[in-house]
């Protein structure tokens, strides 16, 4: 307990929640690091494919870039409007929910929190690579690194909302300044050199330059707007007025990620820049426009920085969608239940852990993991637009034909996207990521199903007949022999209503005869009834004693209170049998059978 306050902080009251809302300033770091660190990698990805057909086929990495900055401009339009018509939140999932039914939505919810323990392994790899780029020697300690810059991302967002804003906005800001300067002065650089770009080394094509490699290229670099959902997830975490609030936070966080991605990729094309397995695209650039300077290593912390903050935005995410998901019905109820510094503190655990266990299979490399990003993300762009487009032709209202059009064709653009993506990706892993969509939505329909039933197996009948109540009450004791904790759960028992019994286990003559002297004694005069066990099997005999009992009579409840002896430490437990635990576990799913547990608590 005090390592937890150490390491979260003393817990908030529930009326602090409000202060707990953002401020834009503060909400562009936590909701766009995911989406604008995706600048550190996605020209680097479109170049990976283009290079395939040879050095001649990069002059395409300009026209790709394009299409997707015509996707970032769609998108953005399309999410504010979605922003401002649902001002709740949920984003994608509540859109489909309410205009294309549950399995719609339940479909894009499973691929958002697919996307959302991607965003985090690949953004760790990512921030690691940026690392190693600049430290070589950290290259063998890549997952080690992940691994602590997970921890350290989940310890502070369970500090909450706004405190982890604060203390990560420094070095988003900083990192968005060092990119936009590499940004100005690379293609300041390059528009006022005449002497244009520089031959770029020959390269041998593996390929042939077609359109189906061009498609993969765009698939690849559509991992720049994963994450640009983020916002319209957790409108309800900003101030007042919320949706205005937001939507101008999703404007700020398009404008910084359209101007470095598209200026990235410029200057990659410009200086013939080509991917490298021991460093990345950017860090090139940084050389090419900085040297090895203190600009240079700004740069580079600042990548770092960035990547790996923008797990923090699915750490934001997903945590809001599974408590949505939680109160419909679809995930366990923990997941919408508040911890103590006013976060879905399970949400954040359970996505860490996901995250930790997808970077160590895949060891830590970046260029593994991407092939599965991505997918899930457009899944949900291309429900949420045609949800949208659902509604205002269901709705209609103020200027609807032109929100119809901006959804109509953001619904068709994220659309083509998706099916380029998954045809492109299928082979190099993609269709892990729609077998998770599959068991995610069985386990969804489980749990609802689960709900359901408890629901239909504990409502009151509507007529207001009761059950009729047992008739008896047998009180059970299982004893071992006779201590200060036995007599201490007699004492108990002898104070509850109904017939008590203490039941033994024979499996030694001469101890059996001892306890039985002792119970004379210190019993009560309450019954002891010795069972016999061949084969020494003390709980079966105490599980057949009670199934024996409830056999004979249907209307009778058994009380079975449990003597138990709890060490001062928690370590002594190790050198006592759990006979106790055994019996709870074995008795607590048996049918008109109640259980006490009467502690005896050891002093040293």
Same mark, same amino acid.
């Given at each position: 307990?005090i390592?937890?306050?150490?390491l979260?902080?003393?817990?908030?009251?529930?009326?602090?929640?409000r202060?707990?809302?953002?401020?834009?300033?503060i909400?562009?770091?936590?909701?766009?690091?995911?989406?604008?660190?995706?600048?550190?990698?996605?020209?680097?990805?479109?170049?990976?494919?283009?290079?395939?057909?040879?050095?001649a086929?990069?002059?395409?990495?300009?026209?790709?870039?394009?299409?997707?900055?015509f996707?970032?401009?769609?998108?953005?339009?399309?999410?504010?409007?979605i922003i401002y018509?649902?001002?709740?939140?949920?984003?994608a999932?509540?859109?489909?929910?309410?205009?294309?039914?549950?399995?719609?939505?339940?479909?894009?919810?499973?691929?958002?929190?697919?996307?959302?323990?991607?965003?985090v392994?690949?953004?760790?790899?990512?921030?690691?690579?940026?690392?190693?780029s600049?430290?070589?020697?950290?290259?063998?300690?890549?997952?080690?690194?992940?691994?602590?810059?997970?921890?350290?991302?989940?310890?502070?967002?369970?500090?909450?909302?706004?405190?982890?804003?604060?203390?990560?906005?420094?070095?988003?800001?900083?990192?968005?300044?060092?990119?936009g300067?590499?940004?100005?002065?690379?293609?300041?650089?390059?528009?006022?050199?005449?002497?244009?770009?520089?031959?770029?080394?020959?390269?041998?094509?593996?390929?042939?330059?077609?359109?189906?490699?061009?498609?993969?290229?765009?698939?690849?670099?559509?991992?720049?707007?994963?994450?640009?959902?983020?916002?319209?997830?957790?409108?309800k975490?900003?101030?007042?007025p919320?949706?205005?609030n937001?939507?101008?936070?999703?404007?700020?966080?398009?404008?910084?990620?359209?101007?470095?991605?598209?200026?990235?990729?410029?200057?990659?094309?410009?200086?013939?820049?080509?991917p490298?397995?021991?460093e990345?695209?950017?860090?090139?650039?940084?050389?090419l426009?900085?040297?090895?300077?203190v600009?240079?290593?700004?740069?580079?912390?600042? *990548?770092? &920085? =960035?990547?790996? /903050?923008? @797990?923090? #935005?699915? %750490?934001?995410? $997903?945590?809001?969608?599974?408590?949505?998901?939680?109160?419909?019905?679809?995930?366990?109820?923990?997941?919408?239940?508040?911890?103590?510094?006013?976060?879905?503190?399970?949400?954040?655990?359970?996505?860490?852990?996901?995250?930790?266990?997808?970077?160590?299979?895949?060891?830590?490399? *970046?260029? &593994? =993991?991407?092939? /599965?990003? @991505?997918? #899930?993300? %457009?899944?949900? $762009?291309?429900?949420?637009q045609?949800?949208?487009?659902?509604?205002w032709?269901?709705?209609?209202?103020p200027h609807?034909?032109?929100?119809?059009?901006?959804?109509?064709?953001?619904?068709?653009?994220?659309?083509?996207?998706?099916?380029?993506?998954?045809?492109?990706?299928?082979t190099?892993?993609a269709?892990?990521?729609? /077998?998770?969509?599959?068991?995610?939505?069985?386990? $969804?329909?489980?749990?609802?199903?689960?709900?359901?039933?408890?629901?239909?197996?504990?409502?009151?009948?509507?007529?207001?007949?009761?059950?009729?109540?047992?008739?008896?009450?047998?009180?059970?004791?299982?004893?071992?022999?006779?201590?200060?904790?036995?007599?201490?759960?007699?004492?108990?028992?002898?104070?509850?209503?109904?017939e008590?019994?203490?039941?033994?286990?024979?499996?030694?003559?001469?101890?059996?005869?001892?306890?039985?002297?002792?119970?004379?004694?210190?019993?009560?005069?309450?019954?002891?009834?010795?069972?016999?066990?061949?084969?020494?099997s003390?709980?079966?005999?105490?599980?057949?004693?009670?199934?024996?009992?409830?056999?004979?009579?249907?209307?009778?409840w058994?009380t079975?209170?449990?003597?138990?002896?709890?060490?001062?430490?928690?370590?002594?437990?190790?050198?006592?049998?759990?006979?106790?635990?055994?019996?709870?576990?074995?008795?607590?799913?048996?049918?008109?059978?109640?259980l006490?547990?009467?502690?005896y608590?050891?002093?040293?």
């Amino acid at each position: 307990m005090i390592l937890k306050r150490w390491l979260v902080g003393d817990p908030l009251k529930t009326a602090q929640a409000r202060h707990e809302r953002l401020s834009k300033a503060i909400a562009l770091p936590i909701f766009s690091s995911n989406a604008i660190s995706s600048v550190a990698y996605a020209s680097e990805e479109i170049l990976l494919v283009l290079v395939l057909a040879g050095a001649a086929a990069v002059t395409w990495s300009i026209p790709v870039s394009l299409a997707i900055l015509f996707l970032i401009l769609v998108l953005t339009i399309s999410y504010r409007q979605i922003i401002y018509e649902y001002p709740e939140g949920g984003g994608a999932y509540v859109v489909a929910r309410s205009n294309l039914g549950d399995k719609p939505a339940l479909v894009a919810a499973a691929a958002l929190m697919i996307d959302y323990v991607l965003t985090v392994a690949v953004s760790m790899a990512a921030g690691i690579a940026a690392l190693t780029s600049a430290v070589p020697s950290l290259f063998i300690h890549r997952e080690a690194l992940g691994l602590v810059a997970i921890l350290f991302i989940i310890v502070m967002n369970l500090r909450g909302v706004r405190e982890s804003g604060k203390f990560f906005a420094v070095p988003t800001y900083f990192a968005i300044v060092a990119l936009g300067l590499l940004v100005v002065v690379g293609t300041v650089r390059s528009l006022s050199d005449p002497t244009g770009s520089p031959p770029i080394a020959s390269l041998a094509e593996v390929e042939n330059l077609t359109l189906f490699l061009i498609l993969r290229s765009f698939a690849a670099g559509c991992s720049a707007v994963t994450g640009m959902e983020i916002v319209s997830n957790a409108v309800k975490a900003f101030r007042p007025p919320e949706s205005k609030n937001a939507a101008t936070t999703m404007l700020w966080m398009s404008a910084i990620l359209a101007s470095l991605f598209i200026g990235i990729s410029w200057m990659a094309y410009h200086h013939g820049i080509l991917p490298k397995t021991d460093e990345t695209v950017i860090s090139q650039l940084a050389h090419l426009t900085f040297g090895t300077g203190v600009i240079y290593y700004a740069v580079q912390i600042g *990548t770092m &920085a =960035l990547l790996i /903050l923008a @797990a923090n #935005g699915a %750490f934001a995410g $997903f945590p809001q969608l599974a408590s949505i998901l939680a109160r419909d019905g679809f995930m366990p109820h923990q997941m919408a239940t508040f911890g103590d510094r006013l976060v879905f503190s399970n949400g954040i655990v359970i996505l860490g852990v996901f995250a930790c266990l997808l970077l160590v299979v895949f060891e830590g490399d *970046t260029h &593994a =993991l991407i092939p /599965l990003y @991505a997918i #899930g993300v %457009f899944v949900s $762009f291309t429900l949420s637009q045609a949800g949208m487009v659902k509604r205002w032709l269901v709705k209609k209202g103020p200027h609807w034909q032109t929100k119809l059009i901006v959804n109509g064709v953001g619904a068709l653009t994220t659309g083509i996207a998706t099916i380029i993506i998954a045809s492109t990706k299928l082979t190099q892993g993609a269709w892990i990521v729609f /077998l998770l969509i599959a068991i995610l939505l069985l386990m $969804f329909q489980g749990i609802r199903s689960h709900y359901k039933a408890v629901t239909e197996q504990i409502a009151l009948d509507r007529r207001g007949e009761r059950p009729p109540l047992p008739r008896r009450n047998i009180v059970i004791i299982p004893i071992s022999g006779l201590n200060r904790a036995v007599v201490r759960a007699l004492d108990y028992a002898r104070s509850r209503p109904g017939e008590v019994r203490a039941v033994y286990v024979d499996l030694d003559p001469e101890e059996s005869a001892k306890v039985k002297i002792q119970w004379a004694q210190w019993g009560g005069g309450v019954n002891l009834i010795a069972l016999s066990s061949p084969y020494r099997s003390v709980l079966r005999s105490l599980l057949d004693y009670v199934e024996e009992v409830l056999e004979k009579d249907p209307n009778t409840w058994i009380t079975v209170v449990i003597p138990e002896i709890l060490p001062a430490r928690w370590w002594q437990n190790i050198l006592h049998n759990q006979r106790a635990l055994m019996l709870k576990a074995s008795l607590l799913f048996k049918d008109r059978v109640i259980l006490i547990d009467v502690p005896y608590h050891l002093t040293r």
